[in-house]
């Protein structure tokens, strides 16, 4: 994560070394200017990776998929950033566009995705 274009904040999907970018992106917030909450993205090889950061009242990132059942993530802490306090990554089992990605709350109820 860091810091980018006019103080947004940046996601990269990097090799376990750090070395290799396999893709990024900025934004993810839901207030003005906004943007989408989380991004699809290519990874090593043929795969894609959602992700995105998530708030401190998020505690699970469920993934949906018409005819799949869904998928619960436990987002990663990060510190450092006032934006965010963790992000969610999530290897798509399959190309689909059709998959959906929410957050709940500690007691199950929807939280917002991104950050404001």
Known sequence: MSHGYQDQLCLELRSRDGRREFSGGCGFTDSSPRSETYGVFGGPGDDEFAYGPVSASVAAV????????PVRITPIPISGFKQAAAAFVYRLPDHSAQWI?????ASGAQAKLGVR
């Open 62 to 69: 469920v993934a949906t998929r018409p005819g799949h059942p």
């Open 101 to 105: 990605f929410t957050g709940e709350d």
